[in-house]
């Protein structure tokens, strides 16, 4: 039979380096973009926002770039720590009202090497 | 202390079966969901209620039933659980509507044997 496994885009960066995940996003009118890391067995956590009258924002050790032109939205981690290890995600909203939602992107796996 | 907390964390049962998942939130918020996470860790929304109204109701199969005794809490029932509900269940809340930021539970490992 045929077996199922996890196929996340994956990212390894090495203790210290910077890492930079990237997400395509879908809808040419989505106004709000977010990051949510996922830990292993846990549920997904807010890191950094932007909306999309913006291109940079700057949290503690992230940045979250966004390129409407492209649909494309990047976040960068400074100085990656073993704690970073985790899925990410990218979200975007879109609409209004009642049909206002996030949509998840699909994630990537970030492992931080030693 | 814990913002949102659902329970049970794990959940295996037999095909057929009718189980519960339970999500309450301490932060105050109006507004609740449920989402869905496959095994390919794809994250998809089901159902979100604001002050115990139900708004969005995705193409979810009527086996799946929430709901809102008050605006703390949003359990979801399964009836005649099927395989391929195996997945990870997220319950997660926000302020109101509005708010974009959404605050997530830990997670309900389901397994349907």
């Known amino acids: 039979g045929e077996s199922v496994g996890l196929h996340l885009p994956t990212l390894s960066v090495q203790e210290g380096d910077n890492s930079i995940i990237n997400c395509a996003y879908s809808?040419?009118?989505?106004?709000?973009f977010i990051w949510y890391k996922q830990e292993s067995g846990k549920g997904p956590q807010f890191i950094i926002d932007?909306?999309?009258?913006?291109d940079k924002r700057q949290g503690q050790r992230v940045t979250v770039l966004l390129n409407k032109t492209v649909k494309h939205l990047s976040l960068q981690i400074a100085a990656t720590q073993p704690g970073d290890s985790a899925v990410y995600f990218c979200?975007?909203?879109f609409g209004a009202g009642s049909a206002r939602q996030l949509t998840f992107g699909s994630g990537t796996q970030l492992t931080v090497l030693p | 202390d814990t913002a949102v907390s659902q329970t049970p964390k794990y959940l295996v049962t037999q095909m057929g079966n009718d189980k519960s998942i339970k999500c309450e939130q301490n932060?105050?918020?109006?507004?609740m969901y449920w989402y869905k996470q496959d095994p390919k860790k794809f994250l998809k929304i089901m159902f979100s209620?604001?002050?115990?109204?139900?708004?969005i109701n995705e193409t979810v199969p009527n086996r799946f039933s929430p709901k809102s005794p008050d605006k703390a809490h949003l359990n979801l029932h399964i009836n005649s659980l099927e395989l391929g509900d195996s997945a990870v269940y997220f319950c997660?809340?926000?302020?109101?509507?509005?708010?974009?930021?959404?605050?997530f539970g830990s997670g309900t490992q389901l397994s349907v044997l």
């Open positions: 209620y604001n002050n115990k109204e139900l708004i």
């Open positions: 997660a809340s926000s302020q109101d509507l509005g708010s974009e930021k959404l605050f």
């Open positions: 932060l105050g918020h109006d507004t």
């Open positions: 809808n040419s009118a989505s106004d709000y």
């Open positions: 932007i909306r999309s009258n913006m």
């Open positions: 979200a975007e909203k």
